[in-house]
């Protein structure tokens, strides 16, 4: 590394006048020192030596310029404070500076102070300061995020006075006495870990500051600093508060954080912390990961950071006890159950070489658990024991019959979730079930899985938990009505343990996880009913869920198909939860009220279906029928007139009798009643109580360009479209309904509002309507894929299928209704999906004609999208 130059006054010129070419050359050597660094980063050197390095480096050009600006004998004093304090300098990090001082001296020499941090800033090193006296630290101390980057300084020029001056001031017998400061630290952490949803398993996941990362180790440090006095993980071992094993734990989970953040910062070229996708491909090369068969280099290096963080948390957990411990003392065990006992809320095993290597009596630990609701958590020795013995813990398939019962005891038990979310967490799961340790930490590239298979899988267990309280949820309107007719409800959480198992293997994953699963459940003795059950829940995980959204559910030939699949009430009741909990596991945003309904409608359907046989399907001119004589029964309830009802049953088309449930019939012909022949009708309603989600019904007659002029106006004031409903009506009418939900949270009036806009667009030119132009959003560029268009004969219906498969962005189904208009094409239908990244939509397509899209019209129709979906080469962005 090239030497950094000395700035003594003999090479450059001292004072000011000389300061320019200081900085010119402290920024080639900081540059060069940079690059150097880089480089053996690369080459795989130490992250422990790179960031001494660096501090060091940055050391030396701070000390040349407070020689250059602060005169000898000046009274001052600088430490280094905060990351920079401890020694831990990342490429990008803040560089903290404390300037100690009295009043008199900082005000004799507040030019020279205000000179030195100008130069340092100008030499590249954006140096953060406090200038204050011992008295001011002590007073600024009482902030203890202050306090926190004070107990880590370090001397860069002060005498052994002032330092022990600093120390002083910020002693524990004048500011934040230690189990203070120990509680206040705790519950920061605790309120930090809230922020991330209390889990680092996401998708752009917070290295420094999420669950897991270095901000937790930093914070233990901090603890035994002011607790102990000791500024390292060895000493705590000395101390008997970590054992070895921990010990160099955390060490090696460290140095995997740390590397990546120094890579991070790198590849940013900034004080980035968070492992966005932005960066996440280029830091994994850069890393040494390279893609295989099975997984991407990405996915790799994001399991490697999962995993060291769940590491980190396991061991913070127990270190977090035992520094409690350290000022409330040893509690007094209070018996729960044989062989366990509470201390301080904590489960302790009473036996002090507990577990014996015993997985028996791990499994009696978490049945005492699961009795014991009281419970904190683990005591942290009775945790460290388990963690001592976690390699030796056998496979399911390694044990007799008698512990494999044990643990089917545990899913059969009180609280089952939750066993099974601390067995996971504490490492259990993943040695019983190794299958379940290959997907730990294991993320997927895209935007429709936010979390870990391991984490998704734990929310699916919980939303399964929350059927079981028997509660109703108005995110799930009829869960809490199915749940009671599942004969073994412990089946469902076995299929919802093993369905997505088999990720990141190749080949089909639910293929390979009902393979998984037939032979646990087999191992765990479940008879051939119930195992075939579980078995065939993983295979067919998906068909609901995709049955649902990407085919037409109002058609008696879809719910026949679904329902043979299906077979029996009960696979539906099992299949249905399980579908809703794995959508509503997947991402926060992913459920909503109109997924809701649509797998409800699905459900009613298919249960109809076998009540009524599979092999006598209502024709469809009863299906009619029986749609219009429930429609006539609710409105005479709601007082129409006979001759009303009559009226309005016969304005409106009979598809819609096949394709809307009764309610909805009732709901557009009470709001037709007053409309005139030939009048327009915009209505808009919340599917559900207190949902975003919103239906919209237009009614008005028929014209070219109509659903692009729809579809347009719901963009642009803001709406995603998640299903369409295009129905013409007698006499030229039409009658479209959307399902739409708002990109911010409803607010009241927005029906209203929405209604409004749509009335005047409809109400003037509607050929003139364009899309409005957004930007690509940040995290829809990284995961561009080429469109895919095919075009389907759809011989019954007497138009043309459009299945358009591309990537999502804002704004995607208007540009797809300006290029249906602009080639004179009418819409009769749309299916509107998105999956992450992915939009899957199909339409019924005709020409003005109404008649099926020949060959010359499909390919000029191609043509056209392609160029609105294809990215723009100039700009990189999405037209």
């Keep these: 590394m090239r030497p950094l130059p000395a700035g003594d006054g003999l090479e450059i010129p001292a004072g000011p006048a000389g300061d320019m070419y200081w900085i010119t050359d402290a920024k080639q050597a900081l540059a060069h020192a940079d690059a150097g660094l880089c480089r053996r980063f690369e080459r795989g050197a130490n992250i422990e030596r790179l960031l001494a390095l660096r501090t060091r480096a940055v ?143 996401n998708l752009e996941p917070d290295i420094k500051e999420g669950p897991g990362g270095l901000r937790d180790l930093n914070t233990l440090g901090w603890m035994a600093l002011r607790t102990f006095g000791v500024s390292n993980i060895d000493a705590l071992v000395g101390l008997g508060h970590l054992g070895l094993d921990e010990a160099a734990a955390l060490k090696r989970e460290r140095q995997v954080l740390a590397r990546l953040r120094f890579g991070l910062h790198l590849v940013a070229q900034r004080a980035e912390e968070r492992l966005r996708f932005d960066y996440q491909k280029a830091l994994a090369e850069r890393m040494g990961y390279s893609d295989d068969t099975e997984n991407l280099a990405v996915e790799k290096m994001m399991q490697g950071f999962y995993r060291s963080a769940a590491v980190i948390r396991r061991i913070s957990d127990r270190l977090l006890q035992r520094f409690e411990e350290q000022f409330d003392g040893e509690a007094v065990p209070e018996p729960v159950g044989t062989g366990f006992s509470l201390r301080r809320g904590y489960l302790s095993a009473d036996d002090p070489l507990w577990p014996h290597a015993d997985i028996s009596h791990v ?79 294991r993320m997927q590239f895209d935007l429709f899985h936010v979390y870990t298979v391991d984490q998704h899988t734990l929310m699916v267990l919980r939303n399964i938990g929350s059927f079981a309280t028997g509660r109703a949820d108005e995110r799930f309107s009829i869960a809490h009505e199915v749940w009671p007719r599942l004969r073994k409800p412990e089946l469902l959480l076995l299929a919802g343990l093993f369905h997505d198992i088999a990720k990141g293997r190749g080949g089909d994953h639910s293929e390979l996880g009902a393979v998984d699963a037939q032979a646990f459940c087999s191992a765990h003795g479940l008879g051939s009913s119930d195992t075939g059950l579980v078995t065939w829940l993983v295979e067919q995980h998906l068909r609901m869920s995709m049955t649902a959204q990407k085919q037409d559910i109002s058609d008696p030939e879809v719910i026949h198909r679904f329902a043979r699949l299906v077979g029996t009430r009960d696979r539906l009741d099992y299949l249905y939860l399980l579908t809703c909990a794995d959508i509503a596991g997947t991402s926060p945003k992913l459920w909503n009220a109109w997924k809701d309904r649509l797998l409800a409608d699905l459900y009613f359907a298919a249960r109809r279906a076998l009540r009524e046989g599979l092999e006598h399907p209502l024709p469809e001119a009863e299906r009619v029928q029986e749609a219009r004589d429930s429609v006539r029964a609710q409105m005479r309830g709601l007082g129409y007139a006979e001759d009303v009802i009559e009226r309005q049953l016969a ?229």
């Design 363 to 441: 499994f009696a630990l978490f049945a005492c658990w699961a009795r014991t609701p009281e419970v904190r958590g683990l005591h942290s020795l009775t945790a460290r024991g388990l963690a001592e013995m976690l390699d030796e813990i056998p496979a399911y398939t390694r044990v007799d019959g008698a512990v494999r019962e044990q643990f089917m005891a545990l899913l059969r038990g009180p609280r089952a979730v939750d066993t099974l979310a601390r067995m996971a967490r504490l490492g259990v799961l993943g040695q019983w079930i190794p299958a379940f340790a290959q997907v730990s930490g």
């Design 59 to 201: 050391d030396q050009l701070i000390g040349q310029a407070w020689r250059r600006c602060i005169p000898a004998g000046s009274g001052l004093a600088l430490f280094a404070v905060g990351g920079y304090g401890r020694g831990e300098l990342f490429p990008r990090s803040d560089i903290d500076l404390l300037v100690l001082g009295e009043t008199a001296a900082q005000q004799a020499h507040e030019a020279a102070l205000a000179r030195l941090f100008a130069v340092l800033w100008d030499a590249g090193l954006p140096a953060s300061h406090a200038v204050r006296s011992a008295a001011q630290c002590t007073q600024a101390a009482a902030e203890q995020t202050v306090l926190t980057a004070l107990i880590e300084s370090r001397p860069l020029y002060a005498t052994a006075a002032e330092q022990q001056l600093l120390a002083r001031a910020v002693s524990p017998t004048l500011v934040w006495p230690a189990r203070d400061f120990f509680l206040a630290k705790r519950e920061e952490l605790l309120a930090r870990h809230q922020r991330f949803g209390d889990t680092a398993d």
């Design 651 to 879: 304005a409106m088309p009979d598809e819609g009798f096949v394709r809307f449930r009764p309610e909805q019939l009732v709901w557009q012909a009470a709001s037709l009643v007053e409309i005139q022949k030939g009048g327009t009708l915009v209505k808009v309603r919340r599917i559900a109580p207190e949902s975003d989600a919103l239906e919209v019904f237009v009614h008005s007659p028929d014209r070219d360009g109509l659903f692009a002029a729809i579809v347009m106006t719901l963009d642009r004031s803001g709406y995603g479209i998640h299903r369409a409903r295009v129905l013409d009506g007698p006499e030229d009418a039409i009658f479209d309904t959307f399902e739409v939900t708002p990109a911010d949270s409803f607010a009241d009036g927005d029906a209203a509002r929405l209604e409004a806009q749509l009335r005047k667009a409809l109400a003037g030119d509607i050929q003139i309507l364009r899309p409005s132009r957004r930007v690509m959003p940040r995290r829809l560029r990284h995961f561009r894929f080429a469109p895919r268009i095919e075009f389907i004969d759809a011989r019954e219906q007497h138009c043309t299928l459009l299945n358009l498969v591309a990537p999502d962005r804002p704004g995607l189904l208007a540009d797809v209704a300006h290029v249906l208009r602009d080639q004179r094409l009418r819409v009769h239908d749309a299916r509107i999906a998105t999956f992450g990244e992915r939009a899957e939509d199909q339409f019924q397509l005709t020409d003005h004609h109404d008649q099926p899209l020949d060959d010359s019209s499909r390919q000029s129709l191609r043509t056209a999208l392609m160029a609105c979906l294809e990215p723009d080469r100039d700009s990189g962005d999405l037209r």
